[in-house]
């Protein structure tokens, strides 16, 4: 029996149908694009997480109001995590496997990343700009995965160049916390004093969530030394500070990006006043004449109805999302994967607003500035002494 002519006309539009619904790329329709993220919005660093959820979704909103990309809206789903790896696995898996997200956005936290990075990647999805200070991102590059912030190797080998070549100074001892994120900052300033032909004349850690530091100090100031690196980040800088102060030792203090926060200086009082630290992007009080920011965080007022400015992770949000909107926008019309990935290899030079370098991506450069800037607390505020290349 021969089929009917209205049978094979069904059949023809089934398997159109499939082929469209096999070409459709995830997260991608003719009308927008999903992007999705997971931050911290009720745990430790809520007060991180919540202010980039609103630079996420302020970034979305300036983007669509300018046309969106190639006529589709960006849409930012984010899903809190507590600041805990394994809820932010199963947000990850939700936000890919349910919500079909085309891209997971501006993650929050080094430890969150390096369990997520897997993830993405095996299921073709691209890391896009995590808020993360760990090299994993970028070296080796990876194809499906772009990063926006400095590890804080890099971080802290610009600090052990000026501490050496600004300052002087030549006997440098460390103290570290004893995770991925302390052993990193160490191998920064190990590299660097390997390359100037010096070696650290004590280093010491300290357990994560450790307040009592003095039996490390006494370590390293009996080792004489003339500069202390920190492998820490806010509450425990604040305490290096502090004890320092007690022993009423004079020694200058140098710290990543983690310790650029109003909350280093709140907890450390005049202890603080001279810290030095090295960060991939200047904090919002800095950079509030360029447009771009400043419109952004008046959104920020006026939506949240508070009238200070946010977090300074609100610039993560608004950078990243910059950077992927460019990419897109090279990608063409037709936005996949690959094309995406391609146009993201065409970013060149591109200025996302005041306080970053300048973004370039290639096949094999997957950060895109190296950008620091060598900051210091002087008369109890942040303010911004040399940039380095």
Same mark, same amino acid.
């Given at each position: ?23 459709? *790329?995830?997260?991608?329709?003719? *009308? ?78 080094? $430890?969150?990343? =390096? ?15 995590? @808020?993360?200070?760990?090299?994993? /991102? ?21 600090? *052990? ?19 991925? &994120? ?35 100090? $006494?370590?390293?100031?009996? @080792? ?42 709140? %907890? ?13 992007? %200047?904090?919002? &009080? %800095? ?15 006026? =939506?949240?109805? =508070? ?20 990419? $897109? ?6 936005? *996949?994967?690959? &094309? ?36 210091? /607390?002087?008369?109890? $505020? ?8």
């Amino acid at each position: 029996m021969k089929p009917s002519i209205c049978t094979l006309a069904f059949a023809s539009a089934l398997l159109a149908g499939a082929g469209t619904a096999m070409a459709q *790329t995830r997260g991608v329709t003719d *009308t927008e694009i999903l992007l999705g993220s997971s931050v911290d919005l009720t745990g430790p660093v809520a007060s991180i997480g919540v202010p980039m959820k609103a630079g996420f979704e302020i970034a979305a909103e300036m983007i669509n109001e300018a046309g969106g990309i190639h006529g589709r809206k960006v849409r930012v789903l984010v899903e809190d995590n507590g600041y805990d790896t394994r809820r932010a696995i199963l947000a990850v898996q939700k936000l890919i496997n349910s919500d079909e997200a085309f891209g997971i956005i501006g993650l929050l936290g080094s $430890a969150i990343t =390096q369990v997520a990075l897997p993830i993405t990647t095996e299921q073709g999805v691209p890391m896009l700009f995590p @808020a993360a200070p760990t090299h994993v /991102v970028y070296d080796p590059p990876q194809e499906l995965s772009f990063g926006l912030v400095t590890g804080y190797d890099l971080q802290m080998e610009a600090a *052990t160049s000026y501490a050496h070549d600004e300052l002087g100074l030549r006997k440098f001892c460390m103290m570290y916390q004893d995770d991925e &994120s302390g052993e990193q900052s160490l191998a920064g300033v190990e590299r660097k004093l390997g390359e100037l032909g010096l070696s650290l004349v004590e280093k010491t850690s300290y357990k994560r969530g450790a307040t009592d530091y003095s039996a490390q100090f $006494a370590r390293m100031k009996a @080792a004489d030394c003339d500069a202390v690196m920190l492998g820490t980040i806010v509450r425990e800088t604040a305490g290096a500070a502090l004890e320092r102060e007690k022993i009423g030792w004079d020694v200058p203090l140098f710290a990543p990006q983690g310790a650029v926060s109003n909350a280093v200086i709140a %907890l450390g009082g005049a202890a603080v006043e001279g810290l030095y630290a090295f960060t991939p992007s %200047l904090p919002i &009080s %800095l950079v509030l004449d360029d447009e771009k920011i400043a419109a952004a965080v008046e959104r920020y007022k006026q =939506q949240s109805g =508070q009238d200070r400015n946010p977090d300074d992770y609100f610039l993560v949000s608004l950078a990243g999302m910059l950077l992927f909107a460019e990419g $897109a926008r090279n990608a063409g019309p037709d936005l *996949t994967v690959e &094309s995406f990935v391609a146009g993201m290899e065409q970013v060149k030079d591109f200025d996302v607003g005041k306080g970053w370098g300048r973004m370039t991506f290639t096949a094999e450069r997957r950060l895109g500035s190296t950008k620091n800037f060598a900051m210091q /607390v002087k008369d109890g $505020a942040w303010a911004m002494i040399k940039e380095i290349d």
